[in-house]
DNA sequence: GGCGCTAACTTATCGTGGTTAACATATCGA
DNA sequence: TCGATATGTTAACCACGATAAGTTAGCGCC
């Protein structure tokens, strides 16, 4: 059994029409999702499993993607798609840390829900110049953003630019995230909590580092903290 | 060239002493180490690049170690080693909230020295029931606990258990080191800022989330923070 | 109807990589 | 000296990513 087997020949798939040749970029991106959810395994996801599933020979896949790389950024972008429109919803008037922190909960909630495709997405190397602020375009990103900005109008974030705000608040959810995935036996408790606790801590975190100033050391938060009347 | 070349006919390698296997050992975790840091990717550490480095044939280190994986996992483990020595120094009456984000900011530090050994350490799999506590048994683990103790102690943090504040301030610090190995190109601006703010935030919001209360809302923290003097 | 163009594939093949089975040999205790 | 065995090597298998070259089906056109 060294050679490959063929797709099927007892059902000779039909050849796509002349100008749908898209059909098969279509079912050959569902086939590796559906792949990589299955069998939760990154290496599932080979060039040749997914045309057997499409029903194809590993060459034809190449048609449609340039190598094996293009095709996992395209899963990738795919699943962020998905993730922006998660983020979109909320109550009109919700306050807007809570929902802030509410994104980045979801965030990792869905992060974990399809771990290996979360995994693919973050963990890749992708040092490609080209693709530099591909996260930054993202809707996802669009809807922290908004809300950071929100957060501004309202006096828990200093003003200006939301988009460091972004970036450390996302580093924070990435790394709950991340750790969930690859060391589920670890005690995190219950995961939801665990993710709610590292979002509402960073948040307000980064809002008393402002109030503090920039340039305040771990040291005087310690002294002013302490001047803090107890609870 | 479809054949692998011998490694070196004009030198040939005097095998080791009949109770002396370990040598091997030894070299193939530093060549496969070598390789990871020269090359700085992770696909360039083939069992076959490792045994050319050390002048063998490939066979020859699964008498070493039982698969791909399990090297990996030792230079892995060894790398945690390092990082645990790199993190116990420090002066000693230095205030143990300062010595917590400067032994976070190590541990980031750390990571993108190298970045290929972290990406292997963090990403992997590994989710093999064995090796349950394997992270938290490391003395690097070890150091961050103590110095919680030490915040518990001053009264930055509630006293109790370490492990769940340790857990969520080395979510922190994973999630901005896995990031700036990852996405480089975003606009984090000055690195070790970058790994010093959001450590900080975090260990600040930790903090305050305990003066607050575990079940203090988001909106309970603007309520509050808005009652703050000016500074 | 038939003819050619070419999009949409397949077949065959290459090189690399992980892994195993079978074989070889140097070392060491008895 | 001699056999047991630790310490390797040779040869091979199979899966994978990728490419080159061949094949076929759909479509416009006369």
């Known amino acids: 059994m060294t050679?490959?087997?063929?797709?099927?020949?007892?059902?000779?798939r039909r050849r796509a029409r002349r100008g749908s040749g898209e059909q098969l970029h279509g079912k050959i991106l569902d086939a590796a999702k559906q792949l990589l959810a299955e069998t939760g395994r990154a290496e599932a996801m080979s060039i040749r499993a997914v045309a057997d599933v499409v029903g194809?020979?590993?060459p034809s896949i190449y048609l449609h993607f340039a190598d094996k790389d293009s095709l996992v950024?395209?899963?990738?972008?795919d699943l962020f798609g998905e993730l922006g429109e998660r983020l979109g919803g909320g109550t009109p008037g919700e306050p807007p840390l809570d929902k802030l922190c509410r994104q980045g909960t979801a965030y990792i909630m869905f992060a974990l829900e399809s771990p290996e495709h979360y995994r693919l997405a973050t963990m890749s190397a992708s040092t490609e110049i080209g693709k530099v602020d591909l996260v930054l375009q993202t809707t996802a990103f669009a809807h922290f953003h908004q809300t950071i900005t929100e957060c501004m109008d309202a006096g828990i974030f200093a003003k200006g630019d939301p988009t460091p705000v972004a970036l450390d608040l996302w580093a924070a959810a990435h790394g709950i995230a991340s750790l969930l995935i690859a060391k589920p036996y670890l005690p995190w408790g219950d995961v939801t909590e665990a993710a709610d606790r590292v979002m509402r801590a960073t948040a307000m975190g980064l809002s008393i580092s402002e109030y503090l100033g920039a340039d305040a050391t771990p040291a005087d938060f310690v002294g002013w903290r302490a001047s803090l009347p107890p609870r």
Chains 1, 2 share one sequence.
């Not at 950024?73 to 972008?77: I, Y």
């Open 73 to 77: 950024q395209a899963v990738v972008a």
């Open 3 to 12: 050679a490959h087997p063929p797709p099927n020949p007892s059902s000779p």
């Open 56 to 58: 194809v020979t590993s």
